[in-house]
């Protein structure tokens, strides 16, 4: 349906910058909202950041004002600007999408959620 792919994590310093990127492909008709989460080890997933298609945004506190979320509605792509890295932000990062499908055998539409495989950032200190 639709495939999801993450680029852009690995290991930086504390205080440096990363940028991932997602891109979405697939039958898509729409994507509502595209995001991204991250899951450190012992640690139930949590939100990062999320755009809809109307360019409206959405932090976790503790990243607000470090992270910036941007996206190309034409290229079915978000990106993550991470800036002041901090050891805390270690974890894998999932891009998430919010989308509607065309099934083309059937004519019929679907909106459901999916996820990419994540990308490991590692910020050491």
């Known amino acids: 349906q639709v495939h999801l792919v993450e680029s852009g994590g690995g290991l930086v310093q504390a205080g440096r910058s990363l940028r991932l990127s997602c891109a979405a492909s697939?039958?898509?008709?729409?994507?509502?909202?595209m995001g991204w989460y991250r899951q450190a080890p012992g640690k139930q997933r949590e939100l990062v950041a999320t755009?809809?298609?109307?360019?409206?945004?959405n932090y976790a506190e503790s990243v607000r004002g470090r992270f910036t979320i941007s996206g190309d509605n034409a290229k079915n792509t978000v990106y993550l600007q991470m800036n002041s890295l901090k050891p805390g932000d270690t974890a894998v990062y999932y891009c998430?999408?919010?989308?509607?499908?065309?099934?083309?055998?059937?004519?019929?539409?679907?909106?459901?959620?999916?996820w990419g495989q994540g990308t490991q950032v590692t910020v050491s200190s």
């Open positions: 697939g039958s898509i008709a729409s994507i509502n909202v």
């Open positions: 998430h999408a919010d989308v509607t499908t065309i099934n083309h055998a059937t004519s019929k539409i679907l909106r459901a959620e999916y």
């Open positions: 755009r809809s298609s109307g360019s409206s945004t």
